[in-house]
Every structure is written in structure tokens, then in C-alpha cells.
């Protein structure tokens, strides 16, 4: 008999239906079809010992099983609850008249329990789009595929579950999630609060220029100026994620076993905070079973990248591509997958090997040249691709010991929302484009094009500092956020004035002056 079970192979961040065909016969034989991998073919004994302690028979007979598309490499251990339904079915042990209205994944322990497996979400999300009604996945893996609407999702906790759930005799039900109580329960709960924050007015509002807009920025200063403590505090002034936003960024965490068990739908943007001895391939994604890096866990929040020097040129230099396209291409001689990467990139270093040059205490005791070497670690390409460039000093005495409470991150998050709102009314009809900082060429003439007196003003700027033509840019995106943030239609000399500021270590003087 032959029959045809529904499941999924994760490709990138996306799902690819793969039908599960099994036929069997007179004879004595199991075959495996389809580019299965090692995971895959392995999966005969998991299944002949969870058949039989779940009450079931294998059968003993000649299988022929097909993974189709044939010409895509099936991999995982997801693939052994379909296969054994196939079985079950095909032998006639089970008798499910609506089979091709399910999808279904899940790794089989030997004593027939379901065990957790990557990518539930995208896998709910393609079910959905081919129009199936049912969706069975793991227990573990039920809370993440539920947040998918018109699509019933049922947890099982082994086999013997699966088998009552589609014949119809379980008493099990499919998990619904309100999605927007999901989101009202979690809106503004952050563990940190700029309200924390002594003094740094100057670096806060940098922060909410960069949050605003989202802009990339670099904060330089030495030990103990609360680099580190600002940049946890960031995403408490971020405005929050679309449902859009948060489904793709769910997905891409599922796909990377990244959520933990009973985790629903991210309702917070995404921190990163890799250590400078990742490798490149952790930061960008890939490896022999393709995966997405740092970066791309990163899409739709923050990559905050601590003690910038000390991270390896190689790794750096890897940043250059994502930042400027938003997207990851990882291409092997066996695969290509693409991975989202639109991300805000923070950065914090100090200003010279031994931490004090420019500390108005402090003396420097690194020579011109030491300084010099130091920053060219970050190449002067990464450097242009920041918008902002901040200088941080040591909070003073009298600022630390003040009782008076700071602005909290909610009283800059309501203007940070604000000006998003303006940015996504005026790029409506944008393809792609959400925020200031994703403006091209074309659409900095037409939004953020300052008028003779700023021209005048910026022009004065660069050819002192010499900056590139990619600095330039870089400018006028930062003073059409500081514009939104005032709530003003054109970009005014203040606030190309203040834009300029950002731009600290784009002055040739910069660890030469002693």
C-alpha cells in the first residue's frame, strides 16, 4: 500500500514542504530515498523501537521510502514521527481518512516520547500557506507553531498521542495563543532603566538619535565611563516589534534551537552580545548543517559588540556586507542560503591600548604611535558604515552622588516611537525600507537634502575633516532622524550641526594630539 504523509525541511528561515511517500510490499527490504542524511537513514532503529514500545508492529516486509523533492537534501531527526506515520499507515495499523490535511515533525525517543526539533514556527507557517487544517509537532515545540492563526497545532508527547489525535479518539486539544495579550503582557518589562543612568546626557540623547533612526554607533571612552551598563539599557528605548517583525524574528531564533521550552512569540527585540573570540562563521552563519550566526539572531534588534579592537580583523571585516545590504548570503559547494540581517550594530572601545588617552585626569601613557595602531584595527570602511561616533567621559563626582532621578527609558521611548511613526508614514510606498537609516541615494535628495546654509555647513565640515562620500551620507540620514525627533518637516543647520558632531573620530587629529 502507498501512502503520503506531509513535513518539512528548513531551508535559510524558511520551510519546504516535503511529502513523505512509503510504499510497501512483498519482500524484505528498507530503503531511504530522497538525499536523506546520515540523521535521516539512522532513524530505522529510533523508529522500530518506538513502534514497538508505543503498542505498534514494524513492518516486515519491503519498504520503499521517498523523500520528494528528491533533489533537496533532507537532514534532522524531525523526519521520524512523519516517516513512522507513513509506516502505520501504509501498513494499515492506522486509519486516518483525512491524511493529507496534516503536517507533522517530531525526533522519536526509543520508548516512542516526542522529542523537541528546529523550526517548528516556519514549519506552522508553511503548513498554513499550503492550505492544510492540522499541524502536530512536538510537545515542546507547540507553544512557538500555535502563535500561527487558522491553523490548528497539537502538541503530543509521544506516539501513542499522535496515533488518537488523527485517528479522533484523543481528548487532546489544539493549542490556541491570544497573540496581542502575548504582546500587552510583555510591552515596557525590561530588567534595565536609563533612569539608572547618573549624568551622560550627551551620550543618552546620541542613543535615542541612533534608536530614532535606527543608526549604527561606536562609543568611545575608558574603563568604568558605563559603556557597557548604557548598552544594556538600549533595548528599554527601542520601539517595539510589528507582529511581522516578530514572527520573522521567532523564526529565526526556532530554526536555530534558540528558544527555550514554552517560549511563544518574541515580543522583545533581540540583544546580541557575542565575545571577540567568535569566529567568522559564528558571526555571519553556515557550518556543514547551515545555520544563522550571530548577526542574523540580531535581525530586528541589536549586535553590541564589546571591547571593538579586540575582535579579529577577519571578523570585523565580515560585518561590512550585512550592514550595508541587510541581508546574509552564505554560499558552500553544497548550498546557498540567504539569512535576514537588518540589525542596529553597536560597538563600544577604548580610546587607546591603555584606556585614558583624552581622560581629564588620567594621564595617557600609550605613545602617538601605539594610539594610531590601535584604532586602525577597525579599518576605516567599518568606520565609515557608523553613523555615529561618541565619545564618552567619566560621569563626575557630583553627577553619581545626585538623588534626583534620571529621564527614564520610557519618557525616551515614547519619543523614540514618535519619530518612527513619521518615518514609516513618509516610507509608506517604500519597498523595504522602514527607517532613516535604510535611505538610499535617491531618497536622501528627496527627504534629506538641507538647504544652502546647512549645505554650506556640511561641505565646510568634510573637507577639513576629509570624510568620504559614504560619510556624507551618513550625515544627512542622522540629521533627518534628529529632524524627526524635533518634529520638524525640513533638515535645518542645527541639525546638521549636530549630526557633524557624531562623527568624532573622523578628524585626522584624533590619538595625535598630546
Known sequence: MLTKVYSASIQGIDAMAVTIETDIGKGAAYNVSGLADTTVKESYDRIVAAMQHSGFSFPRMRITINLAPADVKKEGSGFDLPITIGLLTASEQLKVPDLNQYMLAGELSLDGSLLPVKGALPMAVKARAMGLKRLIVPEANVTEAAVVDRLEVYGARNLRDVAEIMTGTSTLQPMRIDTRALFARDAGHFDFDFSEVKGQESVKRAFEVACAGGHNLLMVGPPGAGKSMMAKRLPSILPPLSMGEALETTKIHSVAGKLRRGDMLMTSRPFRTPHHTVSPVALVGGGASPMPGEISLAHNGVLFLDEFPE?????????????????????????????????????????????????????????????????????????????????????????????????????????????????????????????????????????????????????????????????????????????????????????IAEAIGYRSLDRASYGTAF
Open 311 to 495: 575582535f579579529p580583523r577577519s571578523v570585523l571585516e565580515v560585518l561590512r556586507q550585512p550592514i550595508e545590504d541587510r541581508v546574509i548570503t552564505v554560499s558552500r559547494a553544497k548550498y546557498t542560503v540567504q539569512y535576514p540581517a537588518s540589525f542596529m550594530l553597536v560597538a563600544s572601545m577604548n580610546p587607546c591600548p591603555c584606556g585614558y588617552y583624552g581622560h581629564p585626569t588620567r594621564p595617557c601613557t600609550c605613545t602617538p604611535g601605539a594610539v594610531a595602531r590601535y584604532m586602525n584595527k577597525i579599518s576605516g570602511p567599518l568606520l565609515d558604515r557608523i553613523d555615529l561616533h561618541v565619545e564618552i567621559e567619566p560621569v563626575a563626582f557630583d553627577d553619581m552622588a545626585s538623588t534626583e532621578p534620571a529621564e527614564s527609558s520610557a519618557a525616551i521611548r515614547e519619543r523614540v516611537i514618535a519619530a518612527r511613526r513619521i518615518q514609516e508614514e513618509r516610507f509608506r510606498n517604500e519597498k523595504g525600507i522602514y527607517c532613516n537609516a535604510q535611505m538610499n541615494s535617491r531618497l536622501l535628495r528627496r527627504y534629506a537634502w538641507p538647504d544652502a546654509e546647512g549645505l554650506a555647513r556640511l561641505k565646510e565640515q568634510m573637507e577639513r575633516l576629509n570624510m568620504s562620500a559614504r560619510a556624507f551620507d551618513r550625515i544627512l540620514r542622522v540629521a533627518r532622524t534628529i529632524a524627526d525627533l524635533d518634529a520638524s518637516e525640513r533638515v535645518q543647520p542645527r541639525h
